[in-house]
Protein backbone atom coordinates (compact mmCIF):
# COMPACT_ATOMS: atom_id res chain seq x y z
CA UNK A 1 0.00 0.00 0.00
CA UNK A 2 1.53 3.13 -0.89
CA UNK A 3 2.30 5.81 1.45
CA UNK A 4 -0.77 8.43 1.62
CA UNK A 5 -0.24 10.44 4.66
CA UNK A 6 0.17 13.70 2.24
CA UNK A 7 -1.92 12.33 -0.77
CA UNK A 8 -5.57 13.67 -0.40
CA UNK A 9 -7.21 10.54 -1.94
CA UNK A 10 -6.39 6.77 -1.54
CA UNK A 11 -7.91 6.08 -4.46
CA UNK A 12 -5.35 7.27 -6.65
CA UNK A 13 -2.82 5.78 -4.69
CA UNK A 14 -3.97 2.45 -3.92
CA UNK A 15 -3.21 2.22 -8.00
CA UNK A 16 0.64 2.76 -7.45
CA UNK A 17 2.95 0.79 -6.28
CA UNK A 18 4.24 -0.84 -2.65
CA UNK A 19 6.24 1.47 -1.45
CA UNK A 20 5.62 4.43 -3.45
CA UNK A 21 5.81 7.50 -1.75
CA UNK A 22 3.85 11.33 -2.55
CA UNK A 23 4.88 14.58 -1.50
CA UNK A 24 3.14 17.99 -2.90
CA UNK A 25 4.86 19.68 -5.08
CA UNK A 26 6.86 23.03 -3.77
CA UNK A 27 4.05 25.46 -4.92
CA UNK A 28 7.44 27.80 -6.61
CA UNK A 29 7.57 25.10 -8.74
CA UNK A 30 4.65 24.98 -10.45
CA UNK A 31 3.49 27.18 -13.45
CA UNK A 32 1.33 30.19 -12.29
CA UNK A 33 -2.17 30.63 -14.55
CA UNK A 34 -3.44 34.26 -14.02
CA UNK A 35 -6.94 34.35 -13.08
CA UNK A 36 -7.01 30.44 -12.79
CA UNK A 37 -7.10 28.77 -9.55
CA UNK A 38 -3.20 27.54 -8.36
CA UNK A 39 -2.16 24.24 -9.81
CA UNK A 40 -1.65 21.26 -7.57
CA UNK A 41 1.33 18.75 -8.05
CA UNK A 42 2.58 16.02 -6.27
CA UNK A 43 6.10 14.37 -6.44
CA UNK A 44 5.90 10.61 -6.95
CA UNK A 45 8.94 8.65 -5.60
CA UNK A 46 8.87 5.01 -6.29
CA UNK A 47 11.58 2.91 -4.78
CA UNK A 48 14.02 1.53 -7.64
CA UNK A 49 12.87 -1.87 -7.48
CA UNK A 50 9.54 -0.69 -8.11
CA UNK A 51 10.08 0.63 -11.42
CA UNK A 52 8.78 -1.21 -14.32
CA UNK A 53 11.18 -1.79 -17.06
CA UNK A 54 10.70 0.43 -19.79
CA UNK A 55 11.10 -1.06 -23.46
CA UNK A 56 14.18 0.84 -25.30
CA UNK A 57 13.39 3.96 -26.67
CA UNK A 58 13.61 3.61 -31.13
CA UNK A 59 12.95 6.92 -32.90
CA UNK A 60 10.79 6.65 -35.94
CA UNK A 61 12.87 6.33 -38.67
CA UNK A 62 10.81 9.05 -40.90
CA UNK A 63 11.43 11.76 -38.14
CA UNK A 64 14.28 14.66 -38.88
CA UNK A 65 16.92 14.32 -36.12
CA UNK A 66 18.25 18.34 -36.18
CA UNK A 67 15.47 21.17 -35.86
CA UNK A 68 16.80 22.69 -38.92
CA UNK A 69 15.24 22.63 -42.24
CA UNK A 70 16.44 19.93 -45.11
CA UNK A 71 18.89 20.99 -46.89
CA UNK A 72 20.43 23.37 -44.38
CA UNK A 73 23.68 24.60 -44.64
CA UNK A 74 24.12 26.35 -41.65
CA UNK A 75 27.08 25.81 -39.76
CA UNK A 76 25.73 25.57 -36.36
CA UNK A 77 23.50 22.28 -35.58
CA UNK A 78 21.98 21.81 -33.03
CA UNK A 79 20.35 17.82 -32.71
CA UNK A 80 17.99 18.14 -29.53
CA UNK A 81 16.94 13.84 -30.03
CA UNK A 82 20.61 13.39 -29.60
CA UNK A 83 21.30 16.26 -27.16
CA UNK A 84 24.08 17.56 -29.15
CA UNK A 85 25.15 21.06 -31.13
CA UNK A 86 28.14 21.35 -33.28
CA UNK A 87 29.50 24.47 -35.28
CA UNK A 88 31.31 24.16 -38.36
CA UNK A 89 31.19 20.25 -37.41
CA UNK A 90 33.10 21.00 -34.28
CA UNK A 91 31.06 19.43 -31.05
CA UNK A 92 30.37 22.53 -28.58
CA UNK A 93 30.64 21.13 -25.12
CA UNK A 94 27.22 23.31 -23.63
CA UNK A 95 26.05 23.25 -20.16
CA UNK A 96 22.37 22.08 -20.13
CA UNK A 97 20.91 25.42 -19.96
CA UNK A 98 23.50 26.65 -22.74
CA UNK A 99 22.10 24.39 -24.87
CA UNK A 100 18.30 24.45 -23.85
CA UNK A 101 18.93 28.34 -24.96
CA UNK A 102 20.98 28.08 -28.33
CA UNK A 103 18.33 24.88 -29.13
CA UNK A 104 15.50 27.66 -28.75
CA UNK A 105 17.26 29.91 -30.74
CA UNK A 106 18.29 28.15 -33.69
CA UNK A 107 14.64 26.48 -34.01
CA UNK A 108 13.68 30.36 -34.16
CA UNK A 109 15.80 31.79 -36.46
CA UNK A 110 15.19 36.04 -37.03
CA UNK A 111 12.93 36.14 -34.29
CA UNK A 112 13.39 38.50 -31.28
CA UNK A 113 13.05 37.01 -28.15
CA UNK A 114 12.93 39.62 -25.05
CA UNK A 115 15.07 38.30 -21.67
CA UNK A 116 11.63 37.59 -19.62
CA UNK A 117 10.41 35.23 -22.87
CA UNK A 118 13.83 33.53 -22.80
CA UNK A 119 13.76 32.86 -19.00
CA UNK A 120 10.36 31.66 -19.18
CA UNK A 121 10.69 29.30 -21.91
CA UNK A 122 14.28 28.23 -21.19
CA UNK A 123 13.85 28.26 -17.32
CA UNK A 124 11.01 27.86 -16.88
CA UNK A 125 8.16 29.59 -14.93
CA UNK A 126 9.68 28.83 -11.63
CA UNK A 127 12.95 30.54 -12.11
CA UNK A 128 14.08 33.33 -9.64
CA UNK A 129 16.31 36.10 -11.43
CA UNK A 130 16.51 38.62 -13.89
CA UNK A 131 17.30 39.52 -17.74
CA UNK A 132 21.18 39.43 -16.67
CA UNK A 133 21.00 35.54 -16.20
CA UNK A 134 19.91 35.58 -19.94
CA UNK A 135 22.65 37.56 -20.89
CA UNK A 136 25.79 35.58 -18.88
CA UNK A 137 24.47 32.59 -20.59
CA UNK A 138 24.38 34.57 -23.73
CA UNK A 139 27.81 35.58 -23.63
CA UNK A 140 28.86 31.82 -22.69
CA UNK A 141 27.52 30.74 -26.02
CA UNK A 142 29.07 33.08 -27.88
CA UNK A 143 32.54 32.33 -26.64
CA UNK A 144 31.86 29.07 -27.15
CA UNK A 145 30.30 29.24 -31.05
CA UNK A 146 33.74 31.12 -31.84
CA UNK A 147 35.10 34.19 -32.97
CA UNK A 148 34.05 33.24 -36.78
CA UNK A 149 30.40 32.27 -35.30
CA UNK A 150 29.11 34.43 -32.35
CA UNK A 151 27.54 37.17 -34.66
CA UNK A 152 24.78 34.38 -35.45
CA UNK A 153 23.54 35.66 -32.08
CA UNK A 154 22.42 39.29 -32.24
CA UNK A 155 21.62 41.85 -30.06
CA UNK A 156 18.88 43.61 -30.21
CA UNK A 157 19.19 46.69 -27.94
CA UNK A 158 16.57 47.28 -25.25
CA UNK A 159 14.55 44.14 -26.82
CA UNK A 160 16.59 40.88 -26.18
CA UNK A 161 18.34 38.61 -28.86
CA UNK A 162 17.62 36.68 -32.04
CA UNK A 163 19.54 33.94 -34.05
CA UNK A 164 20.32 34.87 -37.30
CA UNK A 165 22.20 31.63 -39.36
CA UNK A 166 25.16 32.77 -40.77
CA UNK A 167 25.20 33.07 -44.90
CA UNK A 168 28.35 31.25 -46.85
CA UNK A 169 31.25 30.24 -45.21
Given at each position: ?????????????????????????????????????????????????????????????????????????????????????????RPLDLTYLEFELLSH????????????????????????????????????????????????IRTVRRVGYKYVPPT??
Amino acid sequence: MANTRYFPSADVADLLPPGTTLLPAPPHTLPKRPGRPPMVGYLVLVPADQQPALPPFTAPDDTPDREEPEGDDSPVRVDTTRRTAEVDGRPLDLTYLEFELLSHLVAHPHRVHTRDQLVTTVWGYGHVGDGRTVDVHIARLRRKLGAEHRGAIRTVRRVGYKYVPPTGR
